[in-house]
């Protein structure tokens, strides 16, 4: 693969598990990309190859980003694909995982040369983590479904619904590198939290916090959550604040609550529940904008809610 640059291409890995996550369609309030960008830190995790742009993104759609470093220089940030590994200090298989921006073009060579990559890392499993809008109150658990070709792996994870899509329609890019994967006969799974549709505002941590979680059991490590844990706190106190001022937006959280409880009785998935049609969303889209816009400037004005 010319467009893949490895720095120190690791030689020892033990069984590597791949855990991906990409920014955009699947990504809903960048919650899957901000639990993989939390495991890199608190695993130590290193960067040892990354992806060339040049081939793949249209940088007027997906625009290069004007930073600064710690001297104050600035510098130009192209979109990034980057690979790190962490090694297990359990004695499990090492992770390698991958945190990218989806692509604008040649999805099929982008995605067959990641499979590649894996090959050629003798990877053992590959994990998808995603994130998708959904009917669902902040006030709740966060739900998380997924999906595996592997009953071995579904088997790791505990109290999650594993379901077979029906969905058809447009996809993105982590359901082409799936299929991908599905070809080469590579054992994989898909985890997809559900963050509200209503707060589409980014990073969610709360949704963060229960991906990491189930990917925990996948992996067999074991993680430190107080720093997403505040993260979380803040913002719900934050999000408490605007709905406070919105009758009509609360009064339909009130309602998901309800659908919520219902379903939940003895452990009943939500899945197997009809949805009340009179739970309708507020007609004023205002309000739900004037409260999305409040959160963005709120979430998004300290420093640990930044993006790395």
Do not use: C
């Not at 990309?33 to 130590?44: D, F, I, K, M």
């Not at 590198?177 to 599905?182: D, H, Q």
């Not at 990917?215 to 913002?235: K, T």
């Amino acid at each position: 693969m010319d467009f893949l640059k490895q720095n120190s291409p690791p030689s020892d890995l033990n069984s590597p598990i791949v855990l991906y996550a990409f920014r955009g369609w699947a990504d809903a309030s960048e919650s899957a990309t901000h639990a993989l960008r939390h495991l890199v830190r608190q695993l130590g995790a290193e960067q040892f190859a990354e992806i060339d742009p040049e081939e793949f993104y249209n940088f007027t759609r997906n625009r290069p980003q004007v930073r600064q470093n710690s001297d104050g220089e600035r510098y130009i940030q192209w979109p990034r694909n980057r690979f790190f590994y962490a090694k297990n200090d359990n004695g499990k298989s090492d992770l390698i995982i991958f945190l990218g921006t989806e692509p604008n073009f040649r999805w099929r060579t982008f995605t067959q040369g990641m499979v590649d990559y894996f090959k050629e890392l003798h990877v053992s499993e590959v994990v998808h983590v995603g994130a998708l809008l959904d009917a669902v109150p902040h006030t709740r658990k966060v739900k998380v479904t997924g999906r595996s070709s592997s009953p071995k792996i579904a088997a790791k994870v505990q109290g999650m619904q594993l379901r077979r899509s029906k969905y058809t329609g447009p996809t993105g890019i982590t359901s082409v590198l799936m299929e991908e994967v599905r070809v080469a006969d590579i054992p994989s799974m898909s985890l997809w939290g559900h963050s509200p549709h209503y707060l589409q505002v980014s990073p969610n941590p709360k949704v963060s916090i229960e991906l990491l979680k189930k990917i925990e059991q996948l992996v067999g490590i074991n993680l430190d959550y107080a720093h997403l844990q505040s993260q979380s706190q803040n913002f719900d106190k934050r999000v408490k604040l605007p709905l406070q001022d919105e009758p009509e937006l609360l009064e339909y959280v009130h309602r998901l609550e309800g659908q919520w409880d219902i379903a939940n009785l003895d452990d009943i998935s939500t899945e197997n529940v009809q949805v009340n049609e009179s739970i309708d969303m507020p007609e004023p889209e205002q309000a739900v904008k004037g409260i999305e816009e409040f959160l963005r400037q709120q979430l998004n004005s300290g420093p640990e809610f930044q993006n790395d």
